[in-house]
C-alpha cells in the first residue's frame, strides 16, 4: 500500500484524553456553532460563544478562525479551529470534501500536527455522520496533493508544513466499520493521486513508451497482469487508427493492456482510456494559446492506470481489463494529413478531415480490441471533444452509449462520489453528419453537436449487443481555477472516483 503522508482515524467516545494540538468545531452561517462545541468543556463553549456572538466569524464555507484555548480551562488542547460550513440547509456531501480540504490547510497554515474533527449530529437530516467523515477525509486527502516534482531545490527549503493526523471523533454509536471506510476511501484517492500525478507530467517526461513502463511497473507492484502492445504489433493487427495518429512524432504509439482478474465467474468489465500524451493538433495545428494544458490529453488513460490500482490495493473481487491506447499527435514531415483515409482494425474505412480529431481514431483499434475480452460493460473515458467543454464546462462530464440501465448507475454512482455526469442523447439522425464521400465514414462531424458525433463515431466500434457508455471528459479532466479547496490546480483525476464507485456499488 502507498502511504499517505497525511494520516487520519476515527473512533467514537470520549476525545478530550487524546492527544491533538487543536479541536476543530464547525460553524454554520450565521455564527451557530454546531452541537460538539458542547462536550468541549464549559470554558472553551463559554469563550466560542463570546466569539461568535461577537460577529468574528460569521461561518461562511470556508472560512476558518484559529483561536487560543484559555490557559485556565483545563482542556487537552491549545487551540481550537472554527471552521465555517455556510448555510445548514445547503450542505450537501460535496461541500463537506471542500470543508475537509480547507480545515487541512488551515492546519497546514498554522503548523498543526494533530487535529480532531469533532463530527456532530446536527449537520444534516440526511447526511450521516459517517457520510460526514468519509467526505471529509476525502477532501483533505483529495486537496493536500501537490504536483511538486519538478520544482527546483531552492523552492523545498521553505518546506510547507505537513499536518501528520486528522482525526474524526464520532457521537455514539456511530463507528461501524468507520476505520475500514477511511481505509478504503484512502485506498481511492491514492488511485486519483496516481492518475494526476500522470496527467500532470509534461508531455517530454511523458510519453507512450514511458506510460507502458508504468503499466509494467503497476503489474510488478500488484496483482494486474500488463501488455503492451509495440508498434511492430499494432502494424500486424491492422491498428492502423493508433498508428496514424502516432506516424508524426519520434515517440512511438503504443497500446496497453491491463488486467485484474479476481471476480471469478463475475461479469467482465472494460475500461478504455485516451492517452494522447500531447495533442498539438498534428498538420491540423492547434493554436498556441492554451495549447500548453494538451498534455492533460491522457486523462483518460490515467483515470484507468488508477482505478485499476485502486481496485486491486482494494483487492475487489472484479474482472477488469484497462485498455490505454498511447500516442503522440505532432506535425511533421511523416505525419498524417488532412484527406487521407485509413483502414481500422475493425474494417471500417476512415477519412481523415481534420487531424486534431485524432482521439476517437485511437479510440476506434481500443474498442475494437476491447471486445475481443468479451466484456459485459464497455466504459470509456476521453478528453474527446472542445465542444464538450462548451456544453458542460467543468462541472459535470458528459455521458453517452448505448445502454438506459449502465447510464442509470454511473448518474448515481456520479452524484454519490462528487463526480457528476450528464447525459446527452444519440439519436440516429445524428449520425448521418459523419458519413464520408470516399470512405466509410469521417472523422469530424461539423460545428453541430461536436460531442455527439464524435460518440457517433465511437459507437461504430462497439457491438450494440454491447453495454456501452463513453464519458467525455474534456471539461472536467483539469481545473486551473483552484477555486475547489479539494482541488490543487492541474489534473483532477476525473474518473477514478466514479469508476470506483459504480465498481462498488454494482459489485460487478
Ligand atoms: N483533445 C482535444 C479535445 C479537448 C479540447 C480536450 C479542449 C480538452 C480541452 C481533441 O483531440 C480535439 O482537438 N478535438 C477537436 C475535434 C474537432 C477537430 C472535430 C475539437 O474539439 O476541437
Ligand atoms: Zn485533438
Ligand atoms: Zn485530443
Known sequence: MVESVLKMD???GDFSVREADVWVIGVYQGGEPQAALSRCGEAVEREVRRILKAGWMR??????LMLPVPGSSGVAVE???LAGMGKRESLTLESFRALGASVVKACEKGSVDRAIVLVSLDTHQEIAPIAVME????????GSYRYDRLQSVSKKDLPRHRVKRLEFALPGEQDKNGRKRLSRVEQIITGVNMARDLANTP????????LAKKAKELAERLPIKTTVLSSAVLAQKGMNGILAVGQGSTNPPCLIVMEYRKGGDRPTLAVVGKA???DSGGISLKPGAKMEEMKFDMSGGAAVFGFMHAIAEMQLPLNVVGIVP?????????????GDVIKTAKGVYVEVINTDAEGRLILADALHHAASFDPDVIIDLATLTGACVIALGGHATALLGNNEPLQKQLKKA???CGERVWPLPMFPEYQEQIKSVVADIKNVGGREAGTITAACFLSRFVEESRAWAHLDIAGTAYDMTGTRPHMPKGSVGIGVRLLCQYALSERM
Open 203 to 210: 508531455g517530454n517526461l511523458l510519453t507512450p513508451d514511458i
Open 135 to 142: 467526505c471529509m477525509a476525502e477532501g483533505g486527502w483529495l
Open 59 to 64: 461561518g461562511e464555507s470556508g472560512e476558518m
Open 326 to 338: 498511447a500516442a503522440e499527435n505532432m506535425p511533421s514531415g511523416t505525419a498524417q494529413r488532412p
Open 10 to 12: 476515527v473512533w467514537v
Open 79 to 81: 487551540r481550537i479551529l
Open 276 to 278: 494522447v500524451t500531447f
Open 414 to 416: 456520479g452524484d454519490r
